[in-house]
């Protein structure tokens, strides 16, 4: 996919952000384990990062937002 070619070493990229929160006393809500299981799937990657570096309003919705409301211990309204 497109994303690993823009962002080869991503890991790293994020550690960075996990070592600045530490260092710093602040929460990071980490989605890292959310988006590894994409490395297997291509087209759902392509489709949560269209340009290869942008999230889709897609990852939004199934990633980011329940990721954020789970490590807040809020739980999302019903539909």
């Known amino acids: 996919g497109v994303h690993r070619k823009l962002r ?3 890991e790293l990229y ?3 952000y996990r070592e600045v929160a530490r ?3 602040l929460l990071l809500i980490d989605l890292t384990a959310a988006w590894k299981p994409l490395a297997r799937d291509p087209l759902r990657l392509d489709a ?3 340009d290869g ?3 889709s309003p897609l990852a939004d919705r199934e990633i980011v ?3 954020i409301l ?3 211990g809020v739980s ?3 539909k």
């Open 70 to 72: 789970e490590a807040l």
């Open 53 to 55: 570096i942008h999230l």
């Open 8 to 10: 080869p070493d991503w």
């Open 65 to 67: 937002t329940p990721g």
């Open 14 to 16: 994020y550690s960075v």
């Open 48 to 50: 949560y990062f269209p």
């Open 23 to 25: 260092e710093r006393g």
């Open 76 to 78: 999302a309204r019903p």
